[in-house]
């Protein structure tokens, strides 16, 4: 990080970009976290969101075309409800999108599904990426014992929790056993290794909001 600092510093051009295709790096969801990634790297707001728009159209001498809002460019781009320069969070806060001049309500556009959701965290657990984990869930998730005990609440307590096993446990890997899919509700009979000496045998029932797991329930 301290490097992509020098080198925007020194004049060099930055391009945003993730490597979407590993396993727990998610195509297009995983570029918020890049972006943040090189928030804390020292980079402005401004400088970040030149690297995933105007840059990449320098790098491709593709600048008249693309990367920019201007007459005669093309009309790809999205309507945000709040300036992602004060925060870059605000980049979610889509209004419309434009595809070659025509607006598009992103509510009409396709939503990822409960299971793919639960499936993405779960591929990013087993390859213990951190931000891509948490990314499928909700700001304000609730952890729960079966039935109804509280355990956890918030993705930030679930960074700091999760962040210390994946930094420490380097065999860690769940297997699920059985699936059932009800409607917004996933419910996983799941085989931990790498934790200690035997696995851990759980179920976890994950509930779907407003296309984020807002609930998850664990059973053992």
């Not at 491709?60 to 075309?65: A, E, H, Q």
């Not at 657990?125 to 109804?148: C, H, K, M, T, W």
């Not at 446990?169 to 917004?184: A, D, M, P, V, Y």
Request: charged share 20%; glycine share 6%; net charge positive.
């Amino acid at each position: 990080m301290i490097n992509l600092k020098k080198m925007i510093d020194a004049g060099v051009t930055i391009v945003a970009g993730t490597n979407a295709g590993n396993i727990g790096t998610q195509h297009a969801t995983s570029f918020l976290s890049e972006l943040k990634a090189m928030q804390k790297s020292g980079l402005t707001n401004w400088q970040i969101l030149q690297s995933a728009t105007i840059n990449p159209a320098k790098i491709f001498n593709n600048k008249n075309n693309i990367g920019s809002i201007s007459i005669g460019k093309k009309a790809d781009m999205v309507l945000l409800n709040s300036n992602p320069i004060d925060n870059l969070e605000n980049l979610t806060k889509i209004n419309l999108v434009f595809n070659k001049g025509y607006a598009i309500n992103p509510d009409t556009l396709v939503k990822e599904t409960p299971l793919a959701l639960v499936q993405r965290q779960l591929n990013a657990y087993n390859a213990r990426n951190i931000d891509a984990f948490l990314e499928p869930y909700s700001e304000g998730v609730e952890l729960y014992e079966f039935p109804q005990k509280l355990i956890g609440k918030g993705k930030e307590n679930m960074r700091k929790e999760y962040s210390e096993m994946f930094n420490n446990l380097s065999n860690l890997h769940c297997e699920i056993k059985e699936r059932i899919i009800q409607g917004n509700i996933i419910i996983d009979k799941e085989s931990v290794s790498g934790i200690g000496k035997t696995k851990v045998e759980a179920t976890a029932i994950y509930h779907i909001e407003n296309n984020k797991i807002a609930k998850v329930y664990f059973v053992q």
